[in-house]
């Protein structure tokens, strides 16, 4: 438990509490990136940027390197770098390959690409392990807000599919973290913290349709849901991207409380007009078609704080919004 402690103390950012983090996914270096300016226009305190950051979808390295820099020329993506802090994980395409996991020959290569651009500093935690996981805590006591990045492809075991796409693997043994990150992320859930913000670059929450989410791995996801009832972390909230639309989705998972996950993409890559909706049996909400980043808000001085997960589209206006008081987020609010 000491050590716990120590590692929570030592992962603080800032005493300063994190009233507004922004966030999204999908941006294609080779197209125009107008969503910036409501970005930067919004000011967040934080930005977590979700994967898929780039499309490389590569083994040659210098070709992903190539790409990075187009990217980092970006005058919208310049100036949001002068705005607030960043965080980062990645998903498939800025991995290096469409849908690839632990089989994808050039990952350690592509992690050290990544944490140059993302400038994580020689003695960063990143820099001496495999996968770009991490976390950081904000905020003293009482308005402590921890962010939670996952790796889903480093160590993510191959996926099953049939002739409409991929389906659940039953397998013990396939792993969607790995058992190093696996303990680390459980040691996380035990830091202290009010709010807590998990970060998967796919989604936690939808499982109907046939693409990526954790639900192709169920017992993986039994278990993250498990990890989060037994270290009693409360708090908790996932945003996700992959999907080139925006969703707010809800389920119970076991955990004691409502689990949200709001899922923000795509910064470039949405749908420009509209398109039939997919079928979810968990949606709460969605934004089907333009472009889109997300934000949360947190007002800390309430006597119960207020929590509000939104997504807004490229011209700044609010598409999603669902209130949630920190309480809501309490063991026992499902029985």
């Known amino acids: 438990m000491i050590l716990v402690l120590l590692a929570a103390i030592l992962q603080t950012e800032s005493q300063e509490p994190v009233r507004r ?10 197209q125009p990136q107008p969503i910036w300016d409501p970005i930067v ?37 310049q100036r949001l770098k002068k705005t607030c802090p960043i965080l980062a994980t990645w998903d498939d395409h800025d991995y290096g390959g469409n849908d ?37 805590v904000y905020g003293s006591e009482g308005k402590r807000l921890q962010v939670i990045l ?10 099953r599919s049939d002739s409409k796409g991929y389906v659940p693997d039953p397998d013990p043994d396939a792993t969607f973290l790995g058992e190093a990150p696996w303990r680390w992320f ?10 807590r913000i998990i970060v998967s670059s ?12 954790w639900a192709n791995f169920p017992k ?61 049996r968990r949606r709460v909400a969605t934004l089907n078609w333009l472009d889109n980043f997300g934000v949360i808000e947190i007002e800390w001085e309430r006597r119960d704080p207020l929590i509000r997960l939104q ?14 008081f920190l309480s809501m987020l309490q063991f026992g609010t499902i029985k």
């Open 21 to 30: 983090v922004a966030f999204g996914s999908c941006a294609h270096q080779d």
């Open 41 to 77: 226009a919004a000011k967040p305190d934080l930005f977590v940027f979700l994967g898929d950051n780039v499309y490389a979808d590569t083994k040659d390295m210098e070709v992903m390197k190539g790409k990075y820099a187009k990217f980092a020329a970006v005058p919208g993506f």
């Open 100 to 136: 690839a996991g632990r089989e994808y020959p050039k990952k350690a290569e592509s992690q050290r690409i990544f944490l140059d651009f993302w400038e994580d500093p020689p003695d960063s935690p990143r820099r001496k392990r495999e996968g770009v996981y991490d976390a950081k």
């Open 150 to 159: 996952l790796d889903t492809r480093y160590f993510r075991s191959p996926l």
């Open 186 to 195: 459980e040691e996380q859930l035990k830091a202290p913290a009010e709010i």
């Open 202 to 213: 796919i989604q936690v929450v939808a499982e109907d349709h046939p693409y990526e989410k």
């Open 220 to 280: 993986q996801r039994e278990k993250l849901f498990r990890l989060i009832r037994e270290s009693k972390a409360a708090g908790v909230v996932f945003i996700s991207g992959d999907r080139h639309f925006a969703e707010l989705s809800m389920m119970d998972g076991g955990v004691g409380y409502p689990i949200y996950d709001l899922t923000s993409s795509a910064f470039n890559r949405s749908a420009k007009r509209w398109r039939t909706y997919e079928t979810s």
């Open 311 to 324: 997504v807004r589209d490229v011209d700044g206006d609010i598409a999603i919004q669902q209130k949630v």
